[in-house]
């Protein structure tokens, strides 16, 4: 029989989305790092992160609800959860200004599978909320979307059991990682490179 694990935090999975190496820093060592977008989007969930229920035109607003998944090991919280009828529509927000939200959807998504299997019903669509620019979008979880929640909710299951630090990336997404100072990812990559060029200067 398999032993239980520790459920992933849905906030993993966004972490994992953008760059591994920065999901397993801050999951696996709890590494954490300000910079002015964790200050930024710490300065917008202080205003949602506490809990609230009320009614507005037959709506039903719930702040920082408790998520759960038993089949996919998740747990985690909304931001907001508006109620239509029966059905939830999550809402997740994010500071600064619109982006393309491919990241962010992910988090969301898992939201919602929660949400279906918390409460019974079909969640087919939630919203990402920039803070910034005061933007909301629209987003639809589609199978192809739901698929990509259950490979990253095993991928990042599988990162913690091994407890593993994946190599840095060294690209573009490095320039605003709050975590830039603790990776280092020019310095890590370097010595990798510089392995592999001696390895292969003295390979017969």
């Avoid at 994946?166 to 975590?179: A, E, G, I, W, Y």
């Amino acid at each position: 029989m398999n032993e239980p694990t520790d459920p992933v935090m849905i906030s993993a999975l966004e972490h994992y989305s953008y760059c591994p190496r920065q999901c397993a820093l801050i999951h696996v060592e709890q590494v954490w790092g300000e910079n002015l977008y964790t200050m930024r989007g710490r300065d917008v969930h202080e205003n949602v992160d506490a809990e609230s229920s009320h009614d507005v035109a037959g709506i039903r607003y719930e702040r920082a609800l408790p998520l759960w998944s038993k089949r996919l090991n998740l747990v985690g919280k909304a931001d907001l959860v508006e109620f239509h009828g029966e059905t939830p529509y999550p809402v997740e927000y994010k500071s600064g200004r619109h982006r393309a939200g491919h990241h962010e959807a992910l988090q969301l998504c898992a939201q919602a599978i929660c949400l279906e299997e918390m409460f019974g019903v079909s969640v087919e669509k939630g919203a990402l909320f920039w803070h910034g620019s005061r933007e909301r979008r629209e987003v639809v979880f589609t199978a192809a979307m739901r698929g990509h929640v259950e490979k990253a909710a095993e991928s990042v299951q599988a990162l913690l059991t091994q407890a593993s630090i994946p190599p840095p990336v060294n690209d573009k997404r490095c320039t605003h990682c709050s975590l830039k100072e603790s990776c280092l990812p020019a310095v890590v990559a370097e010595k990798d490179r510089n392995r592999r060029a001696a390895r292969e200067l003295f390979a017969i």
